[in-house]
């Protein structure tokens, strides 16, 4: 599926893009127009602007946890990136190798994050196993619940499972829908938990 043309975005489509960046539509960069922000430079956002109405709703959801939820930064981003991982999402794995970088999230941890959670200690360790959890039973057993709200708080707690789902949902939609990662970006490794081969990851 192919992004939406600079000729397409009409009032809709920028309420889209603005729920994400906290702009009504007529303050979002035209398309076209060479800005920083100008839609067409985001596939993923001219993908989801072929369905305005909803992608506005996800967007200011998906904003809010980005850049106004009480988890850390640098948390957030390795649950997005354990996920990324897991659910085989190369645009997601290279946009957040890019974005951790800038809240501490470093090259030794995302060479650890492929290889499982032995690297880590601490509330990164609680975070990840509780993001496996989640992962592979479809729900963070009641220990490991407790465990979060006791060393996050309950709404830091509560944003770690809504992060895995988000980022689950949106490697499948990106999946299907065939988004690149950007040129230049990190690739994405293979995952030892899986029965992916490096022949197959080399496809």
Known sequence: MSPLAADRWSEPEYAAFGALLGLPADKVPRAGSGEPYDPLNFDIIGMLARHPEMSEVFLRFNGFLLQRGELPGRL???????????????????????????????????????????????????????VDEVIADGKAQWPTWQRLVDELGEHAAMEVIFLVGTY??????????GLQPKPGSAPLPPDSTTKETKEEHAQ
């Open 76 to 130: 957030r981003e390795l649950i997005i990136l354990r996920v990324a991982h897991r659910h085989r999402s190369a645009f997601e794995w290279g946009q957040h190798v890019r974005l951790g970088a800038a809240v501490g999230v470093t090259d030794d941890d995302v060479t650890a994050l492929a290889a499982g959670n032995d690297g880590f200690d601490g509330t990164d360790r609680l975070v990840l196993d509780a």
């Open 168 to 177: 689950t949902l949106t490697a499948m939609a990106f999946g299907t829908w």
